[in-house]
């Protein structure tokens, strides 16, 4: 996983995140990490369109985003 982060820290691309919050909810995230520290990622989240510190313990997993596929009538 700490290679991805470091990709989209460098690159400024996204990734997905699959993150587990304090009450155990868990959602799927499209993130632009901003920095990396020992405890947390800090990351635009393309979702909330806002800077958010997530947990590096509650990331479940992390991946490249998937390509939405065009709809073809």
């Known amino acids: 996983m700490n290679g991805l982060f470091n990709i ?5 691309k996204p ?7 304090d009450d155990y909810t868990i959602t799927d995230r499209s993130i632009i990490v901003r920095k990396i520290d020992d405890v ?7 979702k909330r369109q806002q800077m ?3 947990k590096r313990s509650n990331i479940l997993a992390a991946g490249k985003p ?3 596929r ?3 009538a």
């Open 40 to 46: 947390h990622i800090h990351a635009y989240c393309l």
């Open 70 to 72: 065009k709809a073809y």
């Open 52 to 54: 958010r510190k997530f």
């Open 66 to 68: 998937q390509r939405r």
């Open 15 to 21: 990734i997905s995140i699959m993150y587990m919050a």
């Open 8 to 12: 989209s820290l460098e690159q400024k």
